[in-house]
């Protein structure tokens, strides 16, 4: 089937502006996660989506970071007042719905974003 | 502390060799999941293997296994008869459950593996 997918695959914007990023998980799969990947930190959890549980926020780095799962599904990461710092590659990744530590998540193509 | 290490940020091996990829991690939970992703230069990235903290045999996927040493804390990746198209970037990562509602993976800094022709 279909993997997970990013949209837009890349996006360049200036300092300042709001930038929303979209990812679609695997179908079935009830965990949706963000993470992002510069060059400076590697790769960092950012946010983490369950159901309909409350998202487990404790990766965002600042309050300009927010995100939102709609009907269990497609998921919107957005970032106000891009900083130049917030350059780096966003990728989401899903999860089926089972439990304990053995789930894999699997990642979409990650969307990069430059602030200029 | 470093919860995820991988000490060696390059290495080579020659085409149809076998390769070790280190990777060790630091935990007190005793239920863990340990992972390794590809990235290759197309910025995907690919699930390779798993290893459960419970599981009493080395996980196997192909040309790719896992040298699980529990006592170590050590999850070394070992690709066997290396090919060209294994050139990337490759991640140990862990997961620990932290009572259930933690989920996400934390990852090491990666070994970019070159196969040499």
């Known amino acids: 089937g279909a993997g997970v997918s990013q949209s837009p695959s890349n996006k360049v914007t200036e300092k300042g502006k709001d930038v929303e990023l979209r990812c679609d998980p695997i179908s079935g799969h009830t965990a949706l996660y963000w993470y992002r990947q510069s060059l400076g930190q590697g790769l960092e959890f950012l946010i983490y989506?369950?159901?309909?549980?409350?998202?487990?926020k404790s990766g965002l780095p600042s309050d300009r970071f927010s995100a939102e799962r709609t009907g269990g599904s497609v998921s919107t990461l957005t970032i106000q007042r891009t900083q130049q710092e917030d350059s780096a590659v966003y990728l989401c990744a899903s999860s089926p719905p089972t439990s304990g530590s053995s789930d894999t998540q699997y990642f979409g193509p990650g969307t990069r974003l430059t602030v200029l | 502390a470093q919860k995820i290490t991988q000490t060696q940020p390059g290495m080579f091996v020659q085409e149809k060799e076998a390769v070790t990829l280190d990777c060790t991690y630091d935990t007190s939970d005793p239920s863990y999941g340990l992972f390794w992703y590809k990235q290759p230069s197309s910025g995907e990235m690919i699930f390779l293997i798993y290893?459960?903290?419970?599981?009493?045999q080395n996980a196997t996927e192909g040309r790719y296994s896992l040298n699980f040493q529990k006592a170590r804390k050590s999850a070394n990746l070992v690709i066997s008869a290396s090919q060209l198209g294994d050139s990337a970037m490759y991640f140990c990562?862990?997961?620990?459950?932290?009572?259930?509602?933690?989920?996400?993976?934390?990852f090491g800094s990666g070994t970019q593996l070159t196969v040499l022709p």
């Open positions: 990562a862990m997961r620990e459950p932290r009572g259930g509602s933690a989920r996400q993976l934390t």
């Open positions: 290893q459960g903290s419970y599981d009493q």
């Open positions: 989506f369950q159901g309909n549980s409350a998202p487990d």
